[in-house]
């Protein structure tokens, strides 16, 4: 009864913490239920080891993550200072991480094919050919540490191009396990004599730079594949936090490669978007309207109870809920669980046994990919369910001053 009583009271805070806008909303610190006072000792907090590091439990795991405190800008221009970062391509991760390492004021440039979609988003953001922006070959030689952020397909196509210019005592720098741990199909070998490190923003590019330009800064994965100056692992963190990272993950190549494409094609984006379509689709055959249909399906999930969950967790976000609500959610879970724990094996091993790989190359190094892409979004885009959310945003207050 007693933690009735208090899910009641936070749901009370939460309810006035939810109108309050996103971001004080996740700060907004209301006390846990009184049943989380008794959790074991296993929930307890950091100690931390020594500064930069923390040894933290993670749901009973010990892991290591580094923080950025330990790398104040005054440091990283001075660790970075003899350094020339060339970031190959302008993708969303070539333009966040770009910008936040020239805002962070260290020597770097930019490589792109000349006169390309990247090469005029470049120059639109402030790179100035021959002075900072490069062909990919140029960009390449000019640079000791090397950012390959082009994209998987063209890592692999253009390979043989940009292998000459890493030369030993570079740095070879990645943001996905990809191009390393499938060789067999992208013939990227590390070359001798180079670092060849992983930082990997856990998000889009986009959310990096408008992260920094806050002053926050998004999660990354880091990893060291080849370690031949003794540094590597120091440099990868200490470049970690240039782009604009808040704390540093260990991982592997393979391990954050693996990870990273079951999460895209799984809840990130492949099964979000299928489970909307579907409980849509469902609610619209049984005659509701386009606009509840959406309410009930797309806005109130993104307005309302997924920031919840990013608050404070699954629990909180059902704490929150009416207990009609979380009767049935708790009853539910299950069934959804048992449905799609098989699509979740399957997509693992289809990562796992290279499959994935395969399909992102072919498809993704057609002349007309970017068009083929495009059609698919826009077929998205045209689709009832998308329609109607556009109608249902412009109608948040916000949008319709
Ligand atoms: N998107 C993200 O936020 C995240 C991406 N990553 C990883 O970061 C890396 C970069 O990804 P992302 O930023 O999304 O970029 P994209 O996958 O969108 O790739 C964009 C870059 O690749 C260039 N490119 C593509 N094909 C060719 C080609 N044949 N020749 C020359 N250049 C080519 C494009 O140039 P042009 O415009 O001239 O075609 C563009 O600059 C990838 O390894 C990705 O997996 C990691 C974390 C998140
Ligand atoms: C943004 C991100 O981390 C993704 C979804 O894995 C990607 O864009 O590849
Ligand atoms: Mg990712
Ligand atoms: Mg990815």
């Known amino acids: 009864m007693a933690s009735r009583a208090a899910a009641r009271s936070f749901a009370r ?7 309050a806008p996103i971001a004080s909303r996740v700060l907004a610190a209301a006390p846990r239920f009184a049943a989380r006072a008794a959790a074991p000792a296993v929930f307890s907090s950091s100690i931390q080891q020594s500064r930069g590091i923390k040894t933290l439990n993670f749901g009973g795991s010990q892991e290591k993550v580094y923080e950025r405190s330990d790398w104040p800008k005054e440091k990283l221009l001075d660790y970075f200072k003899n350094d020339t970062i060339a970031v190959l391509g302008y993708g969303p991760q070539g333009h966040g991480q770009g910008l936040n390492l020239r805002d962070n004021g260290l020597n770097v440039i930019v490589g792109v094919r000349k006169d390309g979609r990247s090469w005029k988003k470049a120059v639109a953001e402030g ?14 030689d000019k640079g000791n540490i090397v950012f390959n952020l082009l994209s998987d397909a063209a890592q692999r196509d253009l390979w043989p191009t940009i292998k000459p210019y890493i030369t030993p005592g570079k740095t070879l720098y990645f943001s996905h396990g990809f191009a390393i741990t499938y060789k067999d199909q992208t013939h990227v070998e590390a070359p001798q004599g180079v670092d060849v490190v992983l930082c990997a923003p856990k998000g889009s590019g986009a959310t990096l730079r408008t992260l920094f330009l806050e002053g926050k800064g998004l999660n990354s994965s880091i990893a060291v594949f080849q370690d031949v100056s003794g540094k590597a692992h120091e440099r990868v963190v200490g470049l970690g936090v240039a782009i604009g990272s808040g704390y540093l993950y260990e991982t592997t190549f393979e391990k954050e490669v693996y990870s990273d494409l079951v999460g895209e094609r799984g809840i990130l984006m492949g099964a979000i978007n299928g489970l909307f379509r579907a409980q849509y689709d469902v609610l619209r055959a049984q005659g509701h309207s386009p606009s ?19 608050a404070k967790g699954m629990d909180w976000m059902y704490a929150n809920c009416s207990v009609t609500a979380q009767r049935g959610a708790l009853d539910w ?11 979740f094996k ?11 790989t395969k399909r992102a190359l ?3 190094s057609q002349p007309d990919y970017r068009e083929s892409l495009e059609l698919e979004l826009e077929e998205i885009r045209g689709s009832e369910i998308w329609r109607a959310g556009e109608t249902v945003r412009s109608l948040r207050p916000e949008n319709n001053k």
Do not use: C, M
Not at 13 to 19: C, G, K, N, V
Not at 296 to 305: D, F, H
Not at 346 to 356: A, H, P, Q, R, T
């Open 127 to 140: 790179w100035v050919p021959g002075k900072n922006l490069f062909s990919i070959e140029e960009a390449a």
């Open 333 to 343: 879970h299950q069934k959804f669980y048992d449905a799609s724990l098989p699509v």
């Open 13 to 19: 805070s939460a309810a006035s913490a939810a109108r």
């Open 346 to 356: 399957d997509l693992y091993e289809s990562v796992k046994n290279g499959s994935e």
């Open 292 to 310: 509840e249909a959406f309410n009930e399906t797309v806005e109130e999930a993104t307005q309302s109870l997924i920031p919840l969950i990013g």
């Open 362 to 364: 072919d498809k993704n």
